[in-house]
């Protein structure tokens, strides 16, 4: 009666998980494959496609504009990665006090994470607008005589989209600070306050150790986040991805390619598949650096 009982419920738990799995194979599983089959092929939007091997990645290394595309995400990924490493933990030193109306500020650091994209790059469009109140401002106080081109000049648009991503990831990052602190031993303070450490030096001494594997755990995602860049260039640039295209991102390029009726899919999953691999690798070397900081 056991072994009947065994063998009729083995599969029980695969029928609670199923649903998931189905949705994880449709949706995630299965475009992955399928994107990885186009970029070996000439399929159009339409359909149809023949097997090319590696032209698609031959035309990828003659092409200007993912060489571009390339420059723009990395250079995005190495200016965002420091100020979302420092400046939320630095946030989240000051808003775990327990003082009076310390929730407010952690709500105020908080809401520009759960506003929609389409919201937060019509906000800043409108403040960085050539009429918009950044400028009316500096005019009104004679810094300057005509508008700032924040968003038509290639670089400046292209900062202000970095300024955005970080205005907008504080309260993300903060939060995973916040639960990273909880975790370090209050003992450690007060023997490094015994010693005659201030606040600077317990900063340094105590509080950086304890949270490198979260400080790595963030550039990881910030970095990621950051090579994967689309919203905040997109909607400052009002779709153009800067003066002629030059502050289109490697998204912003799938994205042109791919789409239309006119549109290469077999070229652009080949530049997704090289997103993929180029995230992937990001991943591996936080993976690395994580356990060698365990091994500490």
Not at 42 to 61: I, K, P, S
Request: contains cysteine; hydrophobic residues 55%; charged residues 10%.
């Amino acid at each position: 009666m056991r072994s009947s009982a065994r063998v009729t419920r083995w599969y029980t738990p695969w029928l609670f998980l199923l649903p998931g799995l189905a949705v994880v194979v449709a949706f995630s599983l299965a475009p992955f494959v399928n994107m990885i089959v186009l970029a070996f092929t000439d399929a159009t939007a339409l359909g149809g496609g023949r097997f090319t091997g590696l032209a698609n990645f031959q035309r990828m290394l003659d092409d200007p504009k993912f060489w571009l595309a390339l420059r723009n995400s990395s250079l995005y990924l190495a200016c965002i990665v420091p100020p979302l490493v420092v400046l939320p933990l630095l946030i989240a030193l000051l808003v775990q006090k327990k003082l009076p109306g310390i929730t407010f500020f952690r709500t105020a650091f908080f809401t520009p994470v759960i506003a929609s994209a389409v919201v937060v790059g019509l906000i800043w469009t409108w403040l960085l607008d050539s009429q918009g109140l950044v400028n009316n401002v500096l005019r009104a106080l004679g810094w300057i005589s005509r508008p700032v081109p924040f968003l038509t000049d290639e670089w400046l648009l292209l900062f202000s989209a970095m300024l955005v991503t970080v205005w907008k990831g504080l309260g993300y990052y903060m939060i995973i600070y916040l639960a990273a602190l909880g975790n370090v031993p209050n003992d450690l303070h007060e023997a490094a306050q015994v010693d005659g450490a201030g606040p600077v030096r317990r900063f340094f001494a105590v509080t950086v150790p304890a949270l490198r594997p979260t400080m790595v755990l963030v550039a990881a995602l910030s970095a990621v986040n950051g090579f994967r860049v689309f919203s905040e260039i997109y909607l400052l640039s009002g779709g153009s991805g800067g003066p002629g295209g030059a502050d289109t991102s490697l998204v912003m390029l799938i994205q042109q390619t791919g789409t239309g009726l006119t549109g290469n899919v077999g070229y652009a999953s080949a530049l997704s598949l090289v997103l993929f691999v180029i995230t992937l690798g990001l991943l591996l070397v936080t993976l690395r650096l994580n356990r060698r900081e365990e091994a500490l």
